[in-house]
Each structure stands twice: as C-alpha cells, then as structure tokens.
T-cell receptor, first 114, second 114 residues
Framework: GENVEQHPSTLSVQEGDSAVIKCTYS??????FPWYKQELGKGPQLIID?????GEKKDQRIAVTLNKTAKHFSLHITETQPEDSAVYFC?????????????FGQGTTLQVKP | KAGVTQTPRYLIKTRGQQVTLSCSPI?????VSWYQQTPGQGLQFLFE???????NKGNFPGRFSGRQFSNSRSEMNVSTLELGDSALYLC?????????????FGPGTRLTVT
C-alpha cells in the first residue's frame, strides 16, 4: 500500500539556524505534496505545498523541494524562530492530488531554542 | 472566510457507547474528509464525502461511519466505543475543483473513552 516515511522524528536547532525535514513516498501516481504544521491543541495547518510539475517552491523562510525520480521531498526552514517550534507533517495523496485521502508521515517535532 | 469548525471540542464517553461528531467545512467547500490522530498511529484517513456521497474509505472497522448533508456539513459516528478509539478526530475540507488540491483542517474533537 501507499507509504510516506518522514525523518527525523525530532529535530532541535538554535534560533537562526536552518532546519530540514525529509520525506519519501511510494505511490508513483502522487502529484501533490503538502506540508502541515501542528501546534499543541490545534489542528494541522497547511504551510506550503508543491506539485509534481515543479522542483522547488519558496514562501518567505520556508521552501519545499521535490525529486520525483527519487520519490522524495523536503521542507527547508531558514532563520528559524521560537514560534517555528511545532510538529511538522508531510503528506502525499492516494493517487492524484484531487482526493481527500492523504497519507501522512509520522511527524517531526521541531524545537527551536532561543 | 471562517475556517473549518468542529463540535464538540472535547468528549468523554464510556466503552460500549456511541458518539457523533460534527464538522462544518469552509464556506463553498464541498468535500469533507475525516482523520483519526493518535500518538501511536499518527494521522490516518477515515473517509471522504462529496455531494453527500462517500468517495473514499480508509482501513477502519464498520463501527466508524459518516454522512454528509446537502449544505456540506458532515457528521461521523462511532458505535460500540472501544478504549482504542480514544483519539483526536480531525475534519478537513477541500474546494473540489479539478485542480484544487489544498485541504484545510479544523481544530479537532478530542475523544476520550473510559
């Protein structure tokens, strides 16, 4: 079945440093890759996504890269701030992106130390 | 626009009881998906509804069911509750355009089964 692997499970960085979270997926038909941030007591918040027709997408301090050949994608956060501390999830759709069924990675707990 | 809303936010039930959770999607969104989040299993897809029809179903027992109303609001029901059903239940909505993949989550309903 479909599978999304996410690494690392925990990540601790100093404020101002960069953080990188990596994911691999198994379904070759997947064409959409979102990243979610979940803070304590809240639902996952969509922070950035990428489609299979591009290799990189940036939004201020956040960027996502995609390597379709290797079936992996990564989240990059630069100049980290304490408010970036949260659990981050990658996901891939079951088949095409036009579906509500997302397969999630196990999550990465990011701690940014002031 | 208001975000996805879920009620109630917290529930405590006893083993063997049943429970109904409610979700109101973002205005104009017609697709609603439900997920279960637990520390051990992470985020797992339950089902997706569009135009009052179930489009996708995850790997959960038949005790888990859902429905969608004509105004796109959705409910999920869990019958004969088990201790293992304790989890955060999340609802997410999508716009359901052919190229609109973004899915937005509500805050969740925290269900505790004792």
């Amino acid at each position: 079945g479909e599978n999304v692997e996410q690494h690392p499970s925990t990540l601790s960085v100093q404020e101002g440093d960069s953080a990188v979270i990596k994911c691999t997926y198994s379904d070759s038909a997947s064409n959409y890759f979102p990243w979610y941030k979940q803070e304590l007591g809240k639902g996952p918040q969509l922070i950035i996504d990428i489609r299979s027709n591009v290799g990189e997408k940036k939004d201020q301090r956040i960027a996502v890269t995609l390597n379709k050949t290797a079936k992996h994608f990564s989240l990059h956060i630069t100049e980290t701030q304490p408010e970036d501390s949260a659990v981050y999830f990658c996901a891939a759709p079951h088949g095409s992106g036009n579906t509500g069924k997302l397969i999630f990675g196990q999550g990465t707990t990011l701690q940014v130390k002031p | 626009k208001a975000g996805v809303t879920q009620t109630p936010r917290y529930l405590i039930k006893t083993r063997g009881q049943q429970v109904t959770l409610s979700c109101s999607p973002i205005s104009g969104h017609r697709s609603v998906s439900w997920y279960q989040q637990t520390p051990g299993q992470g985020l797992q897809f339950l089902f997706e509804y569009f135009s009052e029809t179930q489009r996708n179903k995850g790997n959960f027992p038949g005790r888990f069911s859902g429905r969608q109303f004509s105004n796109s609001r959705s409910e999920m029901n869990v019958s004969t509750l088990e201790l293992g059903d304790s989890a955060l239940y999340l609802c997410a909505s999508r716009s359901q355009g052919a190229t609109t993949y973004e899915q937005y989550f509500g805050p969740g309903t925290r269900l505790t089964v004792t």
